[in-house]
């Protein structure tokens, strides 16, 4: 896999949703309430042939989505 292709695939799938997250977390926190919904698939877990990337990024939002959850609390 190129390195470009790693890259390209971690910008939509796990540095979106953080960059995205950061952005609303402020208002959440002042409001008291709100949610965060955060996509994966199955893919994060048993993965896909030529899929490393996709895999990588999803299983990351699964970690960064409980991060998030704890951090808010």
């Known amino acids: ?3 470009d292709d790693f890259e390209a695939v971690l910008d ?3 540095r979106g949703p ?6 609303a977390a402020p208002q959440m926190k ?3 309430r709100g949610a965060m919904v ?3 698939s199955s893919a994060a877990l048993i993965g896909n042939m030529g899929q490393a990337n996709y895999m990588a990024a ?3 939002l699964v970690g ?3 991060s998030i959850s ?4």
């Open 1 to 3: 896999m190129d390195p």
């Open 12 to 14: 939509v799938n796990l």
């Open 18 to 23: 953080f960059f995205l997250s950061r952005a």
């Open 30 to 32: 002042a409001q008291g």
């Open 38 to 40: 955060h996509m994966t």
């Open 58 to 60: 999803k299983l990351g």
């Open 64 to 66: 960064l989505s409980t």
């Open 70 to 73: 704890i951090d808010m609390q």
